[in-house]
């Protein structure tokens, strides 16, 4: 991953900032944009160079430790302000007009005196889907992307995910509503807006969100984005703006050297893999990816929640990640980056026993190459559910059907434990499935396997070690008293058991969830006669990771995981408009005719 520092752009200028230059857009709003110059001294360097674009929702001017580091090696650096979000002009509605506006945004650098018509982007998260968007509508000008964590579709995986919605984005309109041009300029409004954010999970706990019953009613822009994110509940036309995803937009997405990076447990590790797939199957020049061991907000970090993958699991980001990048396919420097394999991934899990005086377990891992994900030497094995609550890879044997019935109580939901977080005031990364202080919901130190309402699938103690590295896909058929539910499915390493540590641990991989009006497809919703046998097919996250010797793999099948999902009312009703809730008794089915299972890539 390093790169001989002599080959990188050294820093060799001071660096002036120009700050609030105002670029138009087409129509007629202005965007607020910070540009930062090579310098001797206090005057700009005469001539053009590269210039990269970073736009945000999060305020430009936290960007000026990176823009004085790109400037000073010989790029100039615009760091914009999106529509309606600090001292840009116009209205925000999250994501929506990001596909045109960064479209006006690149071209309007690349015009400027100082580029030599070459412009770059990156930035992660919104700073990622926004690169997306304007890839989308293809600018001349636009040369290299670095796309770190961002959306294929946020409708598929991100803001709902097979057919749920996830939670955290409910919390991330408040939370903006209350950093708002409005609140900002309000102290009064300011406060209320702080208030409820900060009491987010009491608003979000009492039913839907309607218009008016909640302080975000004070921003109607982000009411209604809000409001939208729960009632746009198909895949309809409002998921298909550029601003929500690049997937409808493939086609037509500019063929640049773009390098997509994700973690194991960021909340976009499902849409870094698709975009990677897709983009390198129709573009030209060189698509790579880089896939860690991080959560979304610690790319590069070699911890993600309890786990430690020290001491190969982290990464130094500007001179080993972005700048060979931006050199190599802006400034034509030859930093390795053209011949590098395109894909590099970590497996986790190549560590040690659980360790005891702290909560760390010490994982470790390792770097590898590929030429496509998923890599060559990976086989997809069935890992099936067995009415004696094993996990085999051979099928139930044919004989009477077998089942295993629960109840699903919204009331009392399956409580998030880690896993692909972000935006919401809950640690991402792998813990033990175990009731923790650190997440709401449960009983404390209660492993959530204890609970009734939780099916655990597990094998015998591996004898020798097991890799996976690719997809995962839960294929369960199910049953329900209930027209519509849930059904989730959680991948677990099981740690053995230690003098220091006697229950061991049983650490969450990956997991999802599919809703049942969506088995057929996202386009229309089909809701089921109770006691109706259904398949039930849905995609997890995709991981790489080792089970050692001695571990076990388990399975975890609910129908809840709050709050990173919501939860399904068990109505059939209008899904994010029903104000009723009701149990529901879910069944999955494990037997010959019905071989529910979770399809695993296995190595070799």
């Not at 700048?323 to 894909?343: E, H, I, N, S």
Request: charged share 20%; hydrophobic share 35%.
């Amino acid at each position: 991953m390093a790169t001989s520092a002599s080959q990188l752009s050294a820093p060799e200028y001071d660096v002036i900032l120009a700050p609030n230059v105002r670029a138009p857009l087409h129509d007629g709003v202005k965007l607020a944009t910070d540009i930062y110059l090579p310098a001797r001294g206090c005057d700009r360097v005469p001539g053009r160079f590269p210039a990269l674009l970073i736009r945000t929702p999060y305020n430009k001017e936290g960007s000026r430790g990176v823009g004085e580091f790109y400037a000073r090696r010989g790029y100039v650096l615009a760091a914009q302000d999106v529509r309606g979000r600090y001292q840009s002009e116009g209205e925000f509605y999250g994501f929506r007009d990001e596909g045109p506006d960064g479209y006006d945004a690149v071209e309007w650098v690349a015009a400027q005196s100082w580029c030599d018509g070459k412009v770059g982007t990156f930035g992660a998260s919104y700073c990622a889907a926004v690169q997306s968007a304007l890839a989308s509508f293809n600018p001349p000008h636009l040369a290299a992307m670095i796309v770190q964590f961002g959306p294929s579709s946020y409708f598929h995986s991100a803001m709902r995910q097979n057919g749920a919605l996830e939670m955290r984005f409910l919390v991330y309109a408040f939370s903006m509503a209350a950093s708002s041009k409005e609140a900002l300029a309000d102290p009064v409004l300011r406060q209320a807006l702080e208030h409820a954010s900060a009491h987010v999970w009491d608003y979000l706990h009492a039913g839907p969100i309607r218009k008016g019953t909640t302080p975000l009613r004070l921003v109607p822009s982000y009411e209604q984005w809000a409001i939208d994110l729960q009632t746009h509940v198909t895949y309809d036309e409002h998921w298909k703006h550029a601003g929500f995803g690049p997937r409808p937009h493939y086609d037509r997405h500019a063929d640049v050297p773009t390098l997509y990076i994700g973690g194991w447990y960021d909340t976009y590790t499902r849409s870094t893999v698709e975009n990677f797939i897709a983009l390198r199957a129709r573009q030209k020049r060189p698509v790579h990816l880089l896939m860690g061991p991080w959560t979304h907000g610690g790319a590069g970090v070699p911890e993600a929640g309890d786990l430690s993958f020290l001491p190969d699991g982290g990464a130094r980001w500007e001179p080993d990640i972005q700048l060979p990048w931006f050199d190599q396919w802006l400034k034509g420097r030859d930093t390795g980056r053209a011949a590098a394999a395109p894909v590099r991934y970590f497996v986790m899990g190549a560590g040690t026993e659980p360790v005891a005086a702290d909560t760390v377990v010490r994982c470790g891992g390792e770097w590898r190459e590929a030429q496509a994900w998923p890599p060559a030497g990976t086989t997809l094995k069935p890992f099936f559910l067995h009415p004696d609550s094993t996990l085999r890879t051979t099928a139930p044997a044919a004989g009477a059907d077998s089942e295993t019935t629960f109840l699903f109580d919204p009331a009392n939901p399956v409580p998030t434990i880690g896993g692909n977080l972000s935006a919401m005031p809950l640690p991402a990364g792998g813990f033990d499935q175990r009731g923790d202080r650190r997440f709401p919901g449960g009983v404390l130190d209660l492993p959530l396997s204890a609970r009734a309402d939780v099916l655990s699938f597990v094998t015998e103690p591996l004898e020798a070690d097991l890799e996976i590295v690719g997809p995962v896909r839960a294929q369960l058929f199910v049953s329900s008293t209930a027209p519509d539910t849930d059904f989730t499915a959680k991948l677990i390493d099981v740690w053995p058991t230690t003098r220091d540590r006697p229950t061991g641990a049983a650490i969450g991989i990956t997991d999802s969830i599919g809703r049942l009006r969506f088995r057929d497809g996202y386009e229309s919703e089909k809701l089921a006669t109770p006691g109706e046998i259904c398949e039930l097919s849905f995609e997890l996250y995709p991981t790489a990771c080792r089970f050692r010797k001695g571990h076990r793999i388990r399975v975890d099948i609910s129908s809840s995981n709050y709050p990173r999902f919501d939860l399904n009312p068990n109505t059939g009703g209008p899904l994010g408009q029903d104000l009723r809730r009701r149990t529901a008794e879910n069944t999955v089915h494990h037997s010959a005719k019905h071989p529910s299972c979770l399809v695993l890539s296995v190595v070799g």
